[in-house]
């Protein structure tokens, strides 16, 4: 059992103990209508994960009150130090048969490390008994950093064969990994990345600086064009440089987390200046390569280049694979979020959050390949002019920017959760018909939706079933969705539509992922709706979970064969707003607080809010961007499939039919009523790169069926 903030439990978690359970009983006598304040003094026999309880029982055994129950740790030093110890050796067994000055000044620093290790370890004793554990935490933590700097060095000396002492070290990888900046860098060094792409896509890697311990002031990042034998280029006003940054989170998530500390997640455009300090460990940059429609398809290469004043230049090489197919600008797989405009608004302190600002966002987001829902609501009053006349000049603005950029959804009313009023019914129908008559005019009203109730309870049904008959005879064409908590979720069956929706539903997003063919075959969607309460079975988009998570999502859906994704918010951060103070006073200057929903950390946010209305990306959103176009290869290569499939036996075609069913080497699935964690949702969710392996193999079945299309 997780604690979830009233929102039941995550999932039947299954304990393993490795000892008999630790009992503490403490008596007290409480005279009656007193109280007491006593803490309950207990001695716990090793450092490690504890997950605790308690109870509090009358003296004849009677139950009065049982806690909820908790984990808690102890920081396990000692076993970390044998892991420090581990490093050292990696780090003279890389040295062992090298002879020249600059291994041997590395040597002696392992074997200084060595011996500071020895002592911390034979201190431990002693601070365990002397309650002084914490101070030898701090201690851990701070040779943990000055492991990892020397390792790092060491690491990169052996890359360049021992030849050239630099003043630091760089490495690149693929994004769906998040680095800490106060850890080793995971993986081997190289100075090399492979990356692939299609036309029309974008594909990010990181690049990580390594100090050695020296400060590195005034750091530039230059990237050059990308270029193949044929003289074609990739330029590089398409290759994007970012800066990751890191919030602190040192409080206890309502789900379980790797760590509390700094995590990886804001994505702050670069423009040189930044200044790291020799005692940092790692600081990740993310670069974004695009390849625009008509790029020909074939190997690219070129150079990043790290430089730092007074230092040496580090240089490494991205290789990049360009397909001979292109992804559309629509996405197929549909999409649909909220925003509140109002934090905006507050958080800039302005009146009103001006329509360019709003249209920037919108295009992160649709660049992401993640609509923005309330793109049909915030510029559009749903009150009349004094003629009878609606007003909807600027959300014809902002809609057609958007659908110009690929917008396949958005909302064109929320409704009330709850009951109107016969005077507010008339208002808001009256609104619909107007709204719906301007959509059909423009050719947009199939991309939208309304909602006719947020997660209803089966009381709900008879009004949700009423709505929804008004709304149908102002406009058979209106879409209608159902984002549904409770109710009758076998909607797909004929036999249990008690309430007489299925006819009338067009877009069903229940909280558990269903597959319903039939109901699709009748013309109607079936969405994913993705938020806490869909936690146990699906993955999530929390700052402090695996990159792996938000790139699975639209694997996930395709899974499942659904038609769309529903998350509930893209701009929910109301603790960072801090209405009427100075931008001085807000983020990035002040620390963002990522408890954006109770504790669950970036739930319903994916953006941060840059200077002068500009937003910045995610870690979490541009992998749910890649995630959206790996679906669209899976897409691309069943239509191929379908057009070849004469019948007749073909190994190789029946090898590419394979990879269309991700749940037999990505991911498992299971029944909607078997409540799984996302870490069994995933085959192997310690194995980001599968997903790479698995999208290059689509890529080039995608290719090769391509040569052989009429």
């Keep these: 059992f997780i604690d979830q903030e009233g929102q039941g439990p995550s999932s039947s978690l299954q304990i393993t103990s490795g000892a008999e359970p630790l009992h503490f009983t403490t008596r007290y006598s409480i005279a009656p209508g007193k109280t007491i304040a006593e803490e309950i003094p207990f001695e716990l026999p090793v450092e490690g994960s504890y ?47 090298v002879s020249n000055p600059l291994a041997a000044r590395l040597r002696t620093e392992a074997m200084e ?11 431990a004793a002693t601070k365990w008994q002397t309650g002084k554990w914490d101070a030898l935490t701090a201690e851990v933590r701070k040779m943990d950093g000055d492991v990892a700097r020397h390792l790092h060095e060491v690491r990169s000396a052996a890359l360049h064969n021992w030849k050239t002492e630099n003043d630091f070290g760089i490495s690149l990888t693929h994004s769906v990994i998040k680095l800490r900046k106060d850890g080793l860098f995971p993986l081997p060094l190289t100075e090399q990345v492979d990356l692939s792409m299609a036309r029309n896509e974008y594909e990010s890697f990181q690049l990580a600086i390594l100090p050695f311990g ?95 004043t007074g230092l040496k230049k580090m240089t490494a090489t991205i290789r990049c694979r360009v397909w001979d197919f292109e992804l559309p600008v629509a996405s197929h797989l549909k999409t649909h979020s909220w925003d509140q405009l ?46 009878g006349q609606y007003d909807f000049s600027a959300v014809e603005k902002v809609l057609g920017f958007c659908i110009e950029r690929g917008l396949t959804r958005f909302s064109i009313i929320q409704m009330k959760k709850g009951l109107y009023t016969d005077e507010e019914a008339a208002k808001v129908y009256r609104f619909v018909e107007a709204y719906a008559r301007f959509l059909r005019r423009k050719g947009w009203l199939d991309k939208a939706l309304i909602e006719l109730w947020d997660e209803p309870t089966d009381l709900e049904w008879p009004y949700i079933k ?44 229940p909280v558990n992922s ?43 859906c395709w899974m499942y064969g659904l038609d769309g994704f529903e998350h509930w918010g893209t701009n929910y951060f109301w603790r960072n707003v801090r209405e009427g103070q100075p931008m001085s006073e807000k983020w990035p200057n002040v620390p963002w607080d990522s408890r954006t929903y109770f504790n669950y950390n970036g739930e319903g946010q994916l953006v941060y809010p840059g200077p002068d209305g500009v937003p910045y990306s995610s870690i979490r959103l541009e992998n749910f961007r890649d995630s959206m176009e ?28 394979q990879l269309l069913l991700p749940e037999n080497y990505l991911l498992y699935k299971y029944p909607r009523n078997i409540k799984v964690t996302l870490e069994h949702t995933l085959r192997y969710p310690d194995e980001p790169e599968r997903f790479l392996d698995a999208r290059t193999k689509i890529a080039k079945a995608i290719e090769q069926l391509e040569k052989k299309a009429p």
């Design 466 to 509: 009423e709505r929804a008959e008004k709304l149908k005879q102002i406009d058979p064409g209106l879409r209608l969705q159902l984002f549904a908590e409770g109710g009758p979720y076998d909607f797909w069956d004929t036999r249990m539509d008690q309430f007489g929706l299925n006819k009338l539903v067009d877009i069903w997003a």
């Design 113 to 123: 490390i060595l011996s500071r290790l020895d002592g911390l370890e034979k201190s």
């Design 342 to 387: 109002s934090y905006f608004r507050d958080f800039y302190n302005v009146s009103e959050y001006p329509v360019e600002w709003y249209e920037r966002f919108c295009e992160l987001l649709l660049k992401n390949r993640f609509n923005p829902g309330s793109a049909g609501v915030n510029y559009v009053n749903q009150e009349p002019d004094r003629s």
């Design 214 to 308: 020296k400060d590195l002031d005034q750091i530039n990042i230059d990237v050059s064009d990308l270029s193949n034998k044929e003289g074609n280029t990739i330029e590089k006003k398409h290759i994007g440089v970012s800066r990751v940054d890191y919030n602190k989170i040192d409080w206890r998530a309502a789900y379980v987390t790797e760590y509390e500390g700094w995590h990886p997640d804001p994505l702050i455009p670069y423009r040189g200046g930044l200044k790291i300090s020799g005692d940092e460990v790692c600081r990740p940059f993310w670069i974004t390569v695009y390849a625009p429609p008509g790029t020909k398809p074939g190997e690219y290469s070129g150079t990043v280049s790290v430089t730092a």
């Design 51 to 97: 997950y605790a309880s308690a109870t509090a029982k009358l003296m004849g055994g009677t139950l009065v009150r049982r806690t909820v129950d908790y984990w808690f740790t102890i920081e396990p030093n000692r076993k970390d130090l044998g892991l420090l110890r581990a490093r050292a050796g990696e780090s003279l067994a890389l040295m062992a048969r």
């Design 630 to 657: 790996d679906y669209e290869y899976l897409f691309r290569l069943r239509e191929l499939l379908s057009k070849g499939d004469n019948g007749n036996p073909d190994a190789r075609l029946d090898a590419y039919r």
């Design 514 to 556: 269903v597959e319903a063919p039939q109901s699709q075959a009748e013309g109607k969607e079936v969405w994913a709706y993705f938020c806490t309460l869909a936690r146990e079975s699906a993955p999530n988009f929390y700052i402090d979970c695996p990159a792996i998570y938000q790139r699975s999502i639209a694997w996930y």
